[in-house]
């Protein structure tokens, strides 16, 4: 039986389904090649040159009303640390540079945003001012702490170890507790905000990145504190603005002690923070401003209150009471018993000039000659004016 001969397009069809075939096997393997390379080349790049990844930063974002004037000592903080570990963002008045006539340390040249606003006390600008600032940091896929910071504010240790404290923590550290003696909640927030998810706390807040941008993408809990928290009108002496002819719509709930504790609740997060500030304030009931300002208020440090005594007493704090819940938190980190503050406030420039010149920080370096002549410099100037004021009395 004779075979049909092969006609010579289904000769040539065959061919070239044969050729294809083989090109997709090349390909195939090239591309198999290529994958186990690239993943070849990470794994081992990683092990032999360990210093190029890139580790997580933390954002320090400093809200100022013009200048910062313990920039010596938060320049004492970074010296000498590595920068991938940190950036720094700066809010002040619309217009104000840090350039070198404005600062004396290189860490905050040109470090303010570059969008600032206004703000005034008692309304919703302090919180507008935050986001601007989360806004900024955000932008840096390598920042994954946010911790706020006041003018005021001065580090209680050194770089490195508040670095691991912060980072060897999941949570965010936001001060948050049931706001039930005070009448700055506003009924008119219902049913958006309702009272028990009402949170007061520091706003010195330490923030995951996942916090930080539910904070900036909030469109909600924001308007409600910009439309039904309004300041009330101060006295004549202290008012920049004319006072409302129908003031009794004014509602003051001082919105920042009050905005993140109260987002972060009103989104079931609550589980997610450790529930204290890192920075430590000392309220002072007995104000001596007059009835409109009477209440609590910070103590302010001047250069006589700056002794090594303070400072020890303050990181001696191991824990935190909470009147209104009940609750005593206790300071942990990494699982075992820890001080709860590594940031304090409000420390003048005397003070914090006096406290780095006495090394109580433990944030001096050696080396940095620079800075040790010019806190001298400035030591010796407060006081002079210290003991001048003395002379007067």
């Known amino acids: 039986m004779k075979r049909k001969p092969i006609s010579p397009k289904l000769l040539i069809r065959h061919k070239w389904k044969t050729k294809i075939f083989a090109l997709l096997l090349v390909g195939f393997c090239f591309s198999t ?32 009303r013009n200048r910062l004037p313990l920039d010596l000592v ?4 970074f010296q000498g640390e590595n920068e991938n570990r940190f950036s720094i963002y700066v809010h002040s008045r619309p217009g104000f540079l840090f350039n070198k006539l404005t600062t004396r340390s ?9 969008n600032s606003i206004q703000i005034y006390w008692g309304e919703a600008s302090m919180i507008q001012a935050e986001i601007i600032l989360l ?3 955000l932008m840096d896929p390598s920042n994954e702490r946010f911790a706020f910071l006041s003018d005021s504010c001065i580090p209680l240790y050194n770089f490195s170890y508040t670095y691991d404290y912060i980072m060897s923590a999941s949570t965010s550290f936001v001060d948050s ?39 900036v993408q909030d469109d909600v809990v924001f308007p409600m504190f910009q439309q039904h928290c309004q300041r009330k009108s101060l006295p004549e002496f202290w008012r920049d603005r004319p006072v409302p002819a129908d003031n009794s719509k004014e509602h003051n709930c001082i919105p920042d002690e009050h905005y ?25 009931i007995s104000s001596r401003k007059g009835r409109e300002r009477q209440g609590w208020h910070p103590v302010t440090y001047k250069l006589a209150d700056a002794t090594p005594t303070l400072v020890q007493s303050i990181k001696d704090i191991d824990n935190i009471y909470y009147e209104t819940e009940y609750r005593r938190e ?5 699982g075992k018993p820890s001080p709860c503050f590594l940031f304090a406030r409000k420390f003048t420039r005397p003070a914090a000039t006096r406290l780095l010149k006495l090394s ?20 010796r100037k407060y006081e002079d004016k210290e003991k001048k004021q003395k002379g007067k009395l």
């Open 33 to 64: 090649f290529l994958l186990m390379e690239a993943q070849y080349s990470r794994i081992g790049a990683s092990s032999i040159f360990p210093m190029f990844v890139q580790k997580p930063k933390i954002a320090f974002l400093f809200l100022a």
């Open 74 to 77: 938060w320049h004492e903080f």
């Open 106 to 114: 290189s860490y905050f040249l040109d470090r303010q945003v570059n």
């Open 135 to 137: 806004q900024h940091a």
């Open 177 to 215: 507790f049931a706001d039930t003696k005070e009448s700055r909640y506003n009924p008119k927030m219902d049913p958006v905000i309702p009272v028990n998810h009402w949170r007061k706390g520091s706003q010195w807040v330490t923030l995951t990145r996942k916090h930080a941008e539910i904070i």
């Open 260 to 284: 993140v504790a109260t987002l972060l609740a009103h989104k079931g997060l609550e589980g997610e923070l450790t529930r204290r500030s890192l920075t430590h304030t000392s309220w002072d």
């Open 330 to 334: 206790w300071c942990t980190s990494k």
């Open 360 to 379: 109580t920080l433990g944030v001096s370096k050696e080396g940095s000659s620079y800075s040790v002549r010019k806190i001298n410099v400035c030591y």
